[in-house]
DNA sequence: CCCTGTTTGTGACGATTGTCACAGGTTAAA
DNA sequence: TTTAACCTGTGACAATCGTCACAAACAGGG
């Protein structure tokens, strides 16, 4: 019998790609389901990271810490895959955090067990690259978002393209993934 | 006897991964060497991307079209690898261009024949995510200095971190793509 | 060598945003 | 209920940047 959370993983994974009940197996021993608390790290600045963490419920945030202050980068909610890439594929330390914004459970892709278990069956090595591919998609359109737009149309684009996320996430929060200080967004959200 | 451009690809190639002459041999269908004169676009806005290309010699941009102007996201050198990952996994028009800023020779990895020699040899597969993984974490980057920096900090930056890049790219060019006007990146340039 | 088109530098000015300060609201624990 | 901590809204002001206009420098072709 499955979990919940595997469950949704395994939803996942066959939306990426074609998955048989041996490849679950094969894969099984690189997985472990953890609970974080709000506030809790997945991921510390300066560690390697070691592992990838599908968010089964509850959501984190990426962050940099710069000069005392966080900016956000990344919020990660259910169904979306968290870590690290560069560290991960490097093994250098990784340069932001990655934390809990409400209660979460992930399950965890331990890395060096997931190497392990690619020789064994290429189907892995084959979702490894979907994933990465997810991930570096998601990344692109964040960054066009900055290189393309004001701030005000920042807004406006999650607004169409991402409401949910605007629900959730406080203004705060919010703003620095925007790129703008806390009273510009406050001030863009009181203008419409 | 294999080429110059041949050769600086299996040199990159062997950066990357472990790479037998029976992998090589696997993979040469699905690559042509291609020449571009200047101007020339290896990838249009509005198509689909449907090859990756490793440059050889010369360089090229990678460019949005907003309300009439251009924007550069990003630049390749020699022994970069350009394309639009996006549009190349889920078969989407792509956003933007790539274009030849100066004569180029790429050797060009068609999609359709690497997705069919990968199926043959679990190593190019394994490439195939060593690459991405390097387009992820440059694309990580550059996204970085953005949420992170003010222009004149992403000009230090580069001037650190790619001075080749500082020498080879024109003021104008380079101005999109650090997110300010000409005139401002101009007035940075004067003030030092 | 000159001419033409392109690229770069510079000044003036307005618009946008960041910073600082503080007030009003909300939430959660005592 | 009260209190304290945190989050959000708002005004004033300074700093930064974009825009427009034009001059200077440069490059390539005749």
Redesign the interface.
């Known amino acids: 019998m499955l979990s919940l959370s595997m469950e949704n993983l395994l939803k996942y994974i066959h939306s990426l790609t074609n998955f048989t009940p041996d490849n679950w197996c094969a894969l099984t021993p690189a997985l472990t389901t953890v609970a974080f608390s709000k506030d809790e790290y997945l991921l510390q600045a300066g560690k390697v990271c070691d592992a990838l963490f599908f968010v089964s419920s509850g959501y984190c945030r990426a962050f940099?810490n710069?000069d005392g202050q966080d900016?956000n980068?990344a919020f990660f909610f259910e169904n979306d895959i968290a870590t690290n890439?560069?560290s991960l594929?490097?093994g250098e330390k990784s340069?932001f955090s990655i934390q809990a914004m409400e209660p979460v459970t992930v399950i965890r892709f331990d890395v060096k067990k997931l190497r392990e278990v690619s020789l064994l069956d290429?189907a892995i090595?084959?979702l490894?690259?979907k994933c990465?591919?997810q991930?570096?998609?998601k990344?692109?359109?964040?960054?066009?978002m900055?290189?393309?737009m004001s701030p005000q149309e920042r807004y406006e684009f999650l607004e169409e393209q991402d409401p949910g996320l605007l629900q959730r996430v406080s203004l705060t929060q919010l703003s620095s993934y925007l790129?703008v200080a806390r009273e510009t967004l406050s001030r863009i959200r009181s203008r419409r």
């Open positions: 940099y710069k900016i980068t890439i560069n594929a490097t340069a290429p090595e084959a490894g690259r990465l591919q991930i570096a998609a990344q692109e359109k964040h960054a066009a900055f290189k393309l790129g």
